[in-house]
């Protein structure tokens, strides 16, 4: 084990003791690999599945995996622009909800930004079950800092992933922009879960997402 992997694996010790605190599960997985693995074993078959946008669930190979587990997947890339606000109600209705998060405290807290909303109302509420996939890379010390990591360091390069037309694209740099096209217009914080083993949290010893 390098001393990188051990720092990741005693850094994941300390979160998912602060999330039990806060109602919710942590696992930690040295890779993606495992990591997807885990996910699976936790997924019933014959459940239905959605997830949000994230660079995570397909950089770490779960979203190949789930294509060929014995599940049903509702898959928003497949939906036609008009039929979106309808399928991002149907999303509730899941029995899991994926995604990752723009950033982690150490103390445990889920820190995520929205364009239209449709990802945090579902960990807010909803799925019966939510489970992130979440790369070390995106541990923060304190809430202050996560915030900063949602806005400087997640969105610039999602907007430019987007092709949208932000000043962020443009130089790298968090405005605080009114922008049109603005994706970090619902900052969610997620303190505490009152639904015992409604949200899991899968932290990978990698860097994944943005």
């Known amino acids: 084990m390098t001393v990188l992997q051990s720092y990741y694996e005693k ?106 909303g449709n990802r945090v109302a579902a960990l807010s509420y909803g799925p019966d079950h939510v489970i992130l996939l979440v790369g070390m890379n995106k541990v923060a010390t304190d809430l202050e800092s996560a915030i900063k990591r949602a806005h400087n360091v997640a969105a610039p390069p999602n907007t430019m992933r987007l092709g949208l037309e932000t000043p962020c694209a443009k130089d790298g740099v968090c405005h605080n922009c009114l922008s049109p096209s603005k994706i970090c217009n619902i900052l969610h914080v997620t303190h505490f879960n009152r639904f015992p083993g409604r949200i899991q949290v899968v932290l990978v010893g990698e860097s994944l997402g943005y």
């Open 11 to 116: 850094q994941a010790d300390t979160i998912i003791k602060a999330l039990k605190k806060r109602g919710m599960d942590g696992h930690y997985c040295p890779d993606s690999k495992s990591a997807a693995e885990l996910i699976l074993s936790m997924i019933p078959e014959g459940s239905t599945i959605t997830w949000g946008g994230s660079e995570s669930i397909k950089e770490s190979g779960l979203l190949d995996a789930l294509k060929q587990a014995p599940v049903e997947l509702w898959d928003r890339s497949a939906v036609k622009p008009e039929d979106m606000k309808a399928f991002y109600r149907k999303a509730f209705c899941a029995d899991y909800f994926l995604m990752s998060s723009n950033a982690i405290t150490l103390d445990g807290q889920l820190v995520n930004i929205d364009g239209t």
